[in-house]
């Protein structure tokens, strides 16, 4: 009889602790996309509320189709990756929403009069929005994706961080409609090579072994 005792503890232990099913990357990133509606929530209530009324170029809204697409999409293209035996094909899921966003950005401020950013002040007003969000939103993502995958490769924090600025970028829209001018656009690049290299240092840190250790 007293060998049997270890065996029904090793059960009672398995009834106890049952073993955590991971969500499925679509739901993933849908939590992840209610995070940015918490932020566009903030924003709202600390006294940055939408803008739609204003007057903007259908290149505008197409840009800020284009930008929330990107956010969207890159974030279940990272989710995806995440996990292992995941096709390479997830990697071009945002490629035609970006190339909306640029498309879309580029043509308001070639075609619009009285564009946006056309000094350093306005401009660096755009960058700092930008990053300001966009720093929250990838740390969350980074948090998300850390409790599903314990490697992080560097495409899949790329994409984390593309869906980040993106949703920054949507959010600047939204509460700042308007066609971006050449340096204003620089601005908005600058913000994504930065947001992008902060994911890539944060995947080196990941891989390191002495921070595995």
């Known amino acids: 009889m007293g060998s049997d005792r270890p065996e029904v ?4 232990r398995a009834r106890a602790r049952p073993r955590r099913v991971p969500l499925p990357p679509a739901v993933l990133a849908i939590l992840w996309l209610d995070g940015v509606l918490l932020v566009a929530a903030a924003l709202a209530l600390f006294g940055t509320p939408p803008a739609l009324e204003r007057g903007a170029s259908a290149w505008t809204w197409l840009a800020l189709a284009g930008s929330t697409l990107t956010a969207a999409s890159a974030a279940l293209s990272a989710f995806q990756l995440s996990e292992r035996g995941r096709s390479r094909a997830w990697r071009w899921l945002p490629v035609p929403a970006l190339l909306l966003w640029i498309g879309a950005s580029g043509a308001g401020c070639f075609s619009a009069a009285d564009a946006w950013g056309a000094t350093v002040a306005e401009a660096a007003q755009c960058f700092k929005f930008l990053l300001a969000i966009s720093a929250p939103l990838l740390a969350l993502m980074v948090y998300m994706l850390w409790r599903v995958a314990p490697r992080l490769p560097m495409p899949v924090l790329a994409f984390g961080g593309l869906a980040s600025v993106g949703a920054a ?35 080196r840190l990941r891989t390191d072994p002495l921070f595995l250790n």
Request: net charge neutral; aromatic share 0%.
């Open 9 to 12: 503890l090793i059960r009672g």
């Open 169 to 203: 970028a949507s959010l600047l829209a939204l509460v700042h409609p308007h066609a971006p001018s050449l340096l204003d656009l620089g601005a908005h690049a600058i913000a994504v090579a930065i947001v992008l290299g902060a994911s890539g240092a944060v995947a």
